[in-house]
């Protein structure tokens, strides 16, 4: 979304643009010159090097995948059918519409109506439909839980009108946030929404509980002393390897205004915070979002953070998990690193922020056993970009004098996580967005776009960065270690008339034969909607296998066990005006888009993606 364009990163750490400029020129030496402008994008290194550094694991590889004879099979859609109204999908897969906004969490539950009303909309599905994760029950492939972020619906498109006339419109806008978990279940080939014990909303004004090194810290806590609650612009996510799901808090700052006279801190200007936010208009009837009301003074604290949420226990109070670090998170890409240590990779997504990562301090089922939760006891680190293709995760600690100069504790200085990152040198990157780890060990990170890379270099192909790039790099240590080797991985273009053309690359998942799914956010070319691409990571090979709808994002993306099934999120149909699209149907006369989530099968049955 476009709130995450303004750059309030002032500490005149070194840019990204400067270090892959560099990085550039010095692979081009390496190599006796990449073929940087061949087609409309390229990848780092050639199809066979790459395929030779890959190694992906075999094992994790069915049908003999590997040999490369064709990851990628499937027809692509062509140019010429990606805009208009859409959806578009490959001809040789499928595609169904499940759970649109408003539809009841539970069967029976109320059905949609436009607008809704408060009550309702805390039973039904949300808004804004982002990133989700399917949780299968007893490893089926046919039946589980699915939790899905709603990041965000503008007034006009939740209410009808512009602004909230009461606290009543606050309410139901608040509701449309959050997150939905829902018990769905493949029946007569189709999936429904099925009875549930654990099925629940988790939305602005759920309670919440904090743990970590800053639970409890007074910068925590309210004058009033409300008791801590919701979650809001949960954009992507991650999930556990004990079966928990994590929801991303990116664009908090946006629903925060101010009634009266106010002026921002230090800390509130580093996050974006301003008197009217992005026009919700949430602070003129609900007090904890006005920053000039005393009462609710460190309100804005308790936003910005990862909350874990069991999907199989409708009870469990969903927990902020403070030593992941407060900042616009994006989504977050978990995997099991050295001794079984959990490693947490995380984009700040702003034009200029940075990237981090967590490990935990501790073998995860050791720390589980003895009662602890691995997100709580780690260390968060902050990423640096050398010019020669190093790098370094910066530990952000008050072990470091520089860092128990600025902030007496650990829990302020999380609090404040951007802050310390500006003080200890991270690199300022080109919006980090999602991150995905392959099975070889290689992690990806989307840089969605900046327009404000000025580096003019005919040889360099990402010269405003308009199309945004993916950077991959490798960790010592199997992900534990402190430094790094990274490359550039592809550039986007949007290319007129290329079959090839995309930008913005936004959701990206690496599946465990060595696809990369790839989801855009942003203008493209020749009217094409926003689209989900697969690259083949050992040829080079890219094609587009579905394309939105008018207005609209493609973005979240999970499967079921054995890949025969994926679901995917169109957020935004229309940009959610129906005189643009009204997707997916004007439903009983109502004609107004509704983001959905959208059910992928390939015709033959094959894994999605080949
Ligand atoms: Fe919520 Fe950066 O996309
Ligand atoms: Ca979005
Ligand atoms: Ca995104
Ligand atoms: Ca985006």
Known sequence: MSHDEKASNKSGNRLFDDVLQVNLERRKVLTGGLALAAGSFFFGVSGAAFAAKVGVNAAN?????????GLIGFAPVMLVDGGGAGPEVSSDYDYD??????????????SFSHPPNADEQARQIGIGHDGMWFFPIKGSSEHGMLAVNHEFGRNQ??????????????????????????????????????SSAAARRIHVNTPVA????????????????NEPMGTVNNCSSGHTPWGTYLTCEENFNGYFGAKGDWSPSESQTRYGFSDHGFGYGWHGYDPRFDLANEG??????????????????????????????????????????????????????????????????????????????PLDHGVLYVARFNDDGTGEWLPLTIDNPALAARFATQAALLIDTRIAADMVGATPMDRPEWTTVAPNGEVYCTLTNNSRRTIADAANPMAANRDGHIIKWRDSEEHTGTTFEWDIFLIAKATHGSEQSFSSPDGIWAD????????????QQD?????????????GEIRRLFTGVTGCEITGMTVTPDRSTMFINIQHPGGGDATRANFPEAFDGITVPRDATIVLTKKDGGIIGS
Request: aromatic share 8%; proline share 7%; glycine share 12%.
């Open 61 to 69: 590889s069915p049908k003999g995948a590997l040999r490369n004879q």
């Open 97 to 110: 519409v499940l759970i649109p906004w408003g539809e009841p969490l539970q069967p029976g539950g109320p």
């Open 157 to 194: 498109h939740v209410l009808g009108k512009p602004n909230p006339e009461g606290l009543e419109d606050v309410r139901i806008s608040q509701h449309a946030h959050g997150v939905s978990v829902v018990e769905i279940k493949k029946i007569k080939g189709e999936w429904l929404v099925v």
């Open 210 to 225: 904090f743990s970590g090194p800053a639970a409890g810290h007074s910068l925590l806590q309210t004058p009033a002393g």
């Open 296 to 373: 609710y003074h460190n309100e804005e604290h308790r936003f910005g953070w990862v909350l874990e949420i069991d999907p199989m226990d409708a009870a469990q109070k969903p927990v902020k998990r403070t030593a992941l670090g407060r900042f616009k998170h994006e989504g977050i890409a978990l995997t099991i690193g050295r001794d079984g240590r959990v490693v947490g990779y995380m984009g700040d997504d702003q034009r200029f922020d940075y990237l981090y990562k967590f490990v935990s301090d501790d073998d995860h089922e050791t720390m589980r056993a003895r009662g602890m939760s």
């Open 512 to 523: 465990p034969d060595g696809r990369l799914f790839i989801q855009t956010d942003g203008a």
């Open 527 to 539: 009217g094409l909607n926003n689209q989900m691409l697969v690259a083949d990571t050992l040829t």
